[in-house]
């Protein structure tokens, strides 16, 4: 079994994409061109402020999305 490089699903990516060009209203183009971390980063950033805006408790059992 050969070792190469896993692709990222393309589900995700179009999951990842349409909400950063939904909230931020960024060209496909654009987000596309960034790397994946970024894209995530984006995505997580964003969905903080959305919980903050409707006063969504914190998970506390939401490891992924923990504050640095």
Same mark, same amino acid.
């Given at each position: 079994? %050969? %070792?190469g490089i896993k692709s990222y699903p #393309? $589900?995700?990516i179009y999951q !990842?994409? #349409? &909400?950063? #060009?939904y909230y931020m209203?960024? @060209?496909h183009d654009q987000i596309m061109s960034m790397e994946h971390r970024d894209r995530r980063r984006w995505c997580e950033e964003i969905s903080q402020i959305n919980r903050r805006l409707n $006063? !969504? @408790?914190e998970?506390? &059992? $939401?490891v992924f999305n923990k504050k640095r």
């Open positions: 079994m %050969g %070792g #393309a $589900d995700k !990842e994409v #349409a &909400f950063i #060009a209203h960024w @060209p $006063d !969504e @408790p998970n506390m &059992f $939401d």
